[in-house]
């Protein structure tokens, strides 16, 4: 199994992420630094080899300008595409889902909440007076399944309450192999950048 821990940190006009690979459980080496500028015109998110942003590695954008919640290109760092994501709009109503693309634009894995009756209590909350105004504090996570056999393949998990720290679980190293790192690592960063995890 391949895992990755997510750690995101909040500076001046900026969300900022450390990614770092996992060794026998524990948190190794830094593998990306991401760094989402907030307000951008179109939403996007570069990420370097360190956290001096000395060399990019590889970057994830909006299609679209203001599309911040459609479909988002990674591309290495001559502009080359590496893969894509999109928001599943009809899903998310019920609970948030998005879809990993393959190089044809087709849905080669379905990323969703894990609690179908979490996801509905969130939405509630959100509509409760004074409420509705308290950060949604219970810890929730994701699933990356395959759209035609269901299998799980990796679980994206919220591993404190009040940090915003991950860890993605790869369970099935075909995910890896067809998806590229770097497509599953934007993928996972979208999920708190855009969706105020």
Do not use: C
């Given at each position: 199994?391949?895992?990755?821990?997510?750690?995101?940190?909040?500076?001046?006009?900026?969300?900022?992420?450390?990614?770092?690979?996992?060794?026998?459980?524990?948190?190794?080496?830094?593998?990306?630094?991401?760094?989402?500028?907030?307000?951008?015109?179109?939403?996007?998110?570069?990420?370097?080899?360190?956290?001096?942003?000395?060399?990019?590695?590889?970057?994830?954008?909006?299609?679209?300008?203001?599309?911040?919640?459609?479909?988002?290109?990674?591309?290495?760092?001559?502009?080359?595409r590496l893969g894509a994501v999109r928001k599943a709009f009809t899903?998310?109503?019920?609970?948030?889902?998005?879809?990993?693309?393959?190089?044809?634009?087709?849905?080669?894995?379905?990323?969703?909440?894990?609690?179908?009756?979490?996801?509905?209590?969130?939405?509630?909350?959100?509509?409760?007076?004074?409420?509705?105004?308290?950060?949604?504090?219970?810890?929730?996570?994701?699933?990356?399944?395959?759209?035609?056999?269901?299998?799980?393949?990796?679980?994206?998990?919220?591993?404190?309450?009040?940090?915003?720290?991950?860890?993605?679980?790869?369970?099935?190293?075909?995910?890896?192999?067809?998806?590229?790192?770097?497509?599953?690592?934007?993928?996972?960063?979208?999920?708190?950048?855009?969706?105020?995890?």
């Amino acid at each position: 199994m391949t895992s990755y821990i997510i750690e995101q940190k909040v500076a001046a006009f900026a969300n900022q992420y450390r990614i770092f690979s996992v060794v026998n459980g524990d948190k190794r080496e830094l593998v990306a630094f991401a760094h989402q500028k907030r307000l951008a015109f179109k939403e996007k998110v570069d990420f370097f080899t360190d956290t001096d942003r000395t060399r990019l590695v590889f970057t994830v954008r909006a299609e679209k300008v203001m599309d911040v919640h459609g479909k988002f290109i990674i591309t290495d760092a001559k502009g080359n595409r590496l893969g894509a994501v999109r928001k599943a709009f009809t899903s998310s109503l019920l609970r948030s889902t998005w879809e990993i693309l393959d190089k044809s634009d087709e849905t080669s894995t379905i990323v969703r909440e894990s609690s179908e009756a979490l996801a509905l209590f969130r939405r509630i909350w959100s509509f409760i007076p004074f409420l509705g105004d308290i950060p949604f504090l219970l810890k929730y996570h994701f699933d990356f399944i395959d759209p035609k056999s269901g299998t799980l393949l990796a679980k994206y998990s919220k591993t404190t309450l009040l940090r915003d720290h991950y860890r993605l679980n790869i369970h099935e190293e075909a995910l890896l192999e067809s998806a590229g790192w770097q497509t599953l690592i934007a993928q996972v960063v979208l999920l708190d950048a855009l969706q105020g995890r």
